[in-house]
C-alpha cells in the first residue's frame, strides 16, 4: 500500500513531535510513583504542550551559540544575518506574496546591497547561507570542491526525476570531447525544420512564439541526440496568437509530444517542491503530484533503452577494462548516440534512465533559455543584429551551413551569446551544501566567514553577472561590444574568470560547454541566414506578461524590460516571446492584427 506523501512525512517527523511529550509523561509517572509527587492536571497538560516548542527552541538557540563559538574558534564570524520574525515566516510570506510580481533575484540584490555579497537567511529556523561573491563561489566550485555538494534537499526533491541527480561523468566526458560531423548534421536538420515551419506560419499572418518554437527544436535536437529519436515536437502545430479565432489545434498526440510536455510538468513540480525544501510533501499532502509524469516520462523512455540493450546484447562488441576491472574511456563512434555509448559503460536501465533524464533536462532547457533571450535582446538592438548578421553572411554565406571553424572565426557571435548568458544566464540559481565546516576569507581585509557543516548555501550566477563593481555602473545593459572590449569572446579572459559562470566551474564544469555553443551557434546562423530583422509582437503578447512601465523595480531591473521574465530551473519570458520577423527578400513577415 502506498501513503500519500503528507502522511508518509508526518509518520517519519512523530518521534521528533512526540518525544517531548513523552518525556513529560514520564517524569509525571516518576513523581507521582517515587516521590509521592501528585502533578496537577493542568500543569502536566501545559507541559505536554509547550514541551516541544520549548525543546525545539532551546535546539535552536545552543545550535547558534555552538555555531558562534566555533566561529570565533576559526578566528572568523558567522554571515550577516537578514532580520525576520521568529523562523523567519515573514521572509516565507514575503517572497510567496512577490512571487508573481517580483524580477527573479531583485530582492536579494537589494539585501546584498545592504549586508554584502554573502548573508544568512534564517527560513523555518533553517539557516541558508546566500553569496554571489565571485571568490566563494571559486571556492564553493573549484578550490575547496570536496566541502561541497548537491546536499539532501536536492536529491530528495530531484531524486524521483533524475535519481541520484549525479551524472556519471567519466561515462558521458568521452562523447562530448570532440566535434563530430554528425552533430552539425543533427543541428542542421533540426534547424531548418525550424526556420521552415518560422516562415510558414509568417505567411499565414501570424506572428510566431519563438520560445515555444525554441524549446521544440531543443526537444526534438536532444531526442535525436541522447537516444536516436527524434521527437518530432516542431511538427505538431504551432500555437497562435489568443486573438485568431478558431485557432488550428495542435491535433492528436504522439508518444514524443507526451514526454516533452510530462517532461515538463515534472520540472515544474519539482522546482515548487524546491520552495518547500524537505517539507515540500506538506503541500502535496494527499497526491504526488510528480507521479502521473514520471508514469508517462518512464512509458515512453524504457521501451528505448529496452531496445539498445537488447541490440547491445546481440553484438559481439565487449567492453575494454582497464588493470582495476572498470570500463576504459573510449572512442566515439560518428553517429552514434549518448545511449549507445552509455551501454559500452552500463546496461543497467535505472542508470541509464538517470543519465538520460539528466542530460536532458540539462541540455535542452539551457538552450532554448538562451536562444530564447538571445532573440529577444535582438529584437530590441537592430544594429547588433546588423552587425551580427553581416559577420555570419560574410564567413559563411546565405545559404551553407556552418562548421566549427567557422565559429571559430566568429568573435561577435561568440560575444552575443556570452553578453546574453551573462545578463540572462540559463540556471540562474543553484544551491550547495556543506559537507564539513569551511573558512571563506574575507574580501574586505575583515574576519573570515564560518559555514557549519552540512549548511545551506544558495548562490546566484545572476546577482554576480549584474553587479556594477564588477562589470561596470551599465551592468543591467546588455552590451555585446562589452564582452568582444573585455576579450571574453572565447574562454573567458577576464581579469577574474569567476565572475562569469554560465557553465559552471571546477571538477563540476558543463561537459557539454562545446555542444551548446555550437547547437545556439548553428541556430543563430541558419536563422539570421533567412531573416534581416526581429521585432516584438505586442499584439500578441498576452496582456499579463507585458510590463508597465510604471511598475516598481527598486535596482531598476524591471525597467529595462518590456517582457515579464521569470525563473524555474531556467529563466524564461512568461506568456511566450511573440515576436516577427522580416525576410531577407525584404518582404516583411508580419502578424496582420
Known sequence: MVFPPGILYISKLLPTFLGPPLAACFLKWLYDTYFNILVPRWLFALLCLTSFPIVFAIKVQFKLYVDRRAAASHGAILPPTVPSSIGGIDVIRAAMRDMAKEYPGEALALLAKDLGHTFCMRILFEDRFFTSEPEYLKAILATQFNSFEKGEDARVIFGPLLGSGVIHRTMTRPFFKRDRISDFELFDRHSLHAVAQIKKRFHEGHPIDFQDMISRFAMDASSEFLFGRDAQTLSATLPYPFYVPMAPTSGPTDSSTEFAAALNRAQLVSIQR???????????????????????????????????????????????????????????????????????????????????????????????????????????????????????????????????????????????????????????????????????????????????????????????????????????????????????????????????LPFNAGPRICLGQQFAYHETSFFIARLLQNFSSIALAPAAQPAFSVLNPTESSPLGWKKAEQLTVKSHITLFIQGGLWVSMEGVDGNEMEATV
Open 274 to 500: 524546491g520552495r518547500f525544501g524537505a517539507a515540500w510533501p506538506l503541500s502535496e499532502f494527499w497526491h504526488d503530484k510528480l507521479e502521473g509524469s514520471m508514469r508517462v516520462i518512464r512509458a515512453f523512455l524504457d521501451p528505448i533503452l529496452r531496445e539498445a540493450v537488447a541490440r547491445r546484447q546481440a553484438s559481439s562488441s565487449e567492453k575494454v577494462l582497464d588493470t582495476n576491472g572498470a570500463v576504459k574511456d573510449r572512442e566515439v563512434q560518428e553517429g552514434e548516440t549518448l545511449t549507445e555509448h552509455l551501454l559500452n559503460y552500463t546496461e543497467d536501465p535505472t542508470t541509464l534512465r538517470d543519465e538520460i533524464l539528466n542530460i536532458s533536462v540539462a541540455g535542452r532547457d539551457t538552450t532554448a533559455s538562451l536562444l530564447t533571450f538571445v532573440v529577444y535582446m535582438l529584437s530590441g538592438h537592430q544594429h547588433v543584429l546588423e552587425k551580427l548578421r553581416f559577420e555570419i553572411l560574410t564567413t559563411v554565406g546565405s545559404d551553407r551551413a556552418p562548421t566549427p571553424d567557422d565559429f571559430r572565426d566568429m568573435k561577435y557571435l561568440r560575444a552575443v551569446l556570452n553578453e546574453t548568458m551573462r545578463l540572462y544566464p540559463p540556471v540562474p540559481f543553484n544551491m550547495r551544501s556543506t559537507t564539513t565546516s569551511v573558512l571563506l576569507p574575507s574580501t574586505t581585509g575583515g574576519k573570515p566567514f564560518y559555514l557549519p557543516a552540512k549548511s545551506k548555501v544558495p548562490f546566484s550566477v545572476l546577482l554576480m553577472h549584474r553587479r556594477t563593481d564588477l562589470w561596470g555602473p551599465d551592468a543591467a545593459e546588455w552590451d555585446p561590444d562589452r564582452s568582444s572590449m573585455r576579450g571574453f569572446t572565447n574562454i573567458v579572459l577576464t581579469p577574474n574568470p569567476f565572475i562569469f
